[in-house]
């Protein structure tokens, strides 16, 4: 395994430690004025519990792209959860770890030349389609790949649809696809669908996988007979107090009814904010306050992060963001009416439109729960505003879980806090930045 940074390390807490208590403890010490994360990697673990438990003919292939952290990646492997990339990028972070090619589905239906290229020169030969071109592209660049053929089945409702950019009709438009394919002698082994990210519809898994079924139906009347797969995607809730419940229930259905047990078929899925939602909390810190022009009563809390960080989750993942402040100043100060917005300079950099707060302060600082997916890997520094740091945390018990089944050494944890470990980063940055000066110094 690769060695980690400092603010890498795994620091172990006792058992009853919460992440609300770590987070005032770095703040009470003042050693922090960036934004930060706390990654809680037994609550991550916890979810790879529960999805062995509710789903268990379902395995996991984790989706990169909704958190696409190291430490994530190498736990999640541990606990035997195998990954769903759509890039060149993805694939390498994915293999660089170790992790084997047939543990990699390239669930991307739309790929460029050079992705696919790679993906064969690394030994990937699992993919998904749902167009003509991409059969012809597959054919010229991988043409032993297996294949999988992507249908559309939307939820009436969801946190994300996907449907109007990925996958074909399975009544109108797959028949002639699964027709290309075996004419261009090309190895269709499976179906995928997906019902939309944050799916609020759990009957609509049901719908899906029974009009795979009809696939798998077509492709044997086509002569294929090695369908041996079905990937039943991604919208999986993920955040705390949601449940998997509803959704296991009825996939738990389905598959008895269309594809039972001892029936060849194996049985995937895609779950992404699953995994990751709850596992991480933001701090943030207020730096300035002013009230709204046209209403006194009015107060905008401006903080240390902002769309264009963090929160790009607002804009490309339609979350609802909930502010806490760290604080209870519910008996002692007024509730205002609040907005919260980020450091640029950019009018669009709003967090919360509207919130009831306790009046705050500056210096004050505001947390935000689920906060781990889709917001680290789409995060910049327009204007020059650094990225959030990210401490990760496990107690005793999820620290002797992890040291039974990760390729892992001692050295990978700590019992140093982490306001010692910011301290030590910080040092290290005011050295660099001497020697920098140092490098740099005009001589006559």
């Known amino acids: 395994m690769r060695m980690l940074r400092p603010e890498e390390q795994i620091h172990i807490i006792d058992n009853e430690v919460t992440v609300e208590e770590i987070i005032k403890d770095i703040v009470r010490t003042n050693v922090m004025s960036d934004p930060f994360y706390i990654f809680d990697i037994g609550d991550l673990v916890n979810k790879a519990i529960i999805w062995q438990q509710k789903l268990p003919r379902v395995k996991p292939f984790y989706a990169v792209k909704c958190n696409d952290s190291s430490l994530v990646l190498e736990i999640l492997s541990a606990f035997g959860t195998n990954f769903d990339c759509a890039s060149k990028v993805e694939i390498k972070k994915v293999l660089d770890l170790g992790v084997n090619p047939s543990r990699l589905i390239f669930a991307n239906p739309a790929k460029m ?19 003509k071109l991409e059969l012809y592209k597959i054919k010229s660049l991988h043409p032993s790949c297996n294949l999988v053929i992507r249908i559309r089945c939307d939820a009436t409702e969801a946190q994300c649809p996907l449907g109007i950019k990925y996958g074909c009709d399975p009544l109108t438009e797959a028949p002639s696809l699964m027709a290309l394919a075996r004419d261009l002698g ?12 944050g799916c609020n519809e759990p009957a609509a898994f049901q719908r899906a996988i029974a009009a795979s079924a009809g696939i798998f139906q077509l492709a044997q009347e086509l002569g294929f007979m090695n369908m041996y797969l ?21 996939v738990n259905d389905a598959l008895d009814e269309w594809f039972p047990p001892n029936n060849g078929v194996t049985i995937i899925a895609e779950p992404g904010r699953y995994f990751v939602a709850s596992a991480f909390t933001l701090a943030t810190k207020i730096h300035s306050i002013k009230k709204r022009s046209n209403n006194e009563s009015h107060i905008m809390y401006f903080i240390n992060d902002g769309v264009y960080g963090s929160f790009n989750s607002i804009l490309y993942d339609h979350s609802v963001i909930v502010p806490k402040s760290l604080y209870d100043y519910s008996r002692s100060r007024p509730i205002c009416e609040s907005s919260i917005w980020g450091p640029t300079c950019d009018g669009l950099d709003k967090v919360v439109d509207f919130v009831n707060m306790p009046l705050l302060k500056m210096d004050d600082w505001i947390t935000f729960e689920n906060m781990g997916a889709y917001t680290i890997p789409i995060a910049c520094t327009f204007n020059g505003f650094p990225l959030p740091k990210v401490f990760a945390v496990a107690n005793q018990r999820i620290w002797n879980k992890l040291k039974n089944v990760m390729d892992i050494s001692e050295d990978i944890f700590t019992t140093v806090s982490i306001v010692a470990t910011i301290k030590m980063i910080q040092s290290e940055s005011i050295e660099d930045d001497a020697c920098d000066e140092n490098n740099f110094k005009y001589t006559q």
Do not use: E, Q, R, W
């Open 186 to 197: 090309l190895s269709v082994v499976g179906v995928s669908f997906h019902v939309g990210s």
């Open 113 to 131: 030349a050079s992705h696919i290229k790679y993906a064969m020169s690394k030994c990937v030969d699992l993919t998904t389609f749902d167009n």
């Open 230 to 250: 079905l990937n039943i995607g991604g919208g999986f809730p993920g955040n705390k107090n949601t449940s998997l419940d509803k959704i296991a229930n009825i």
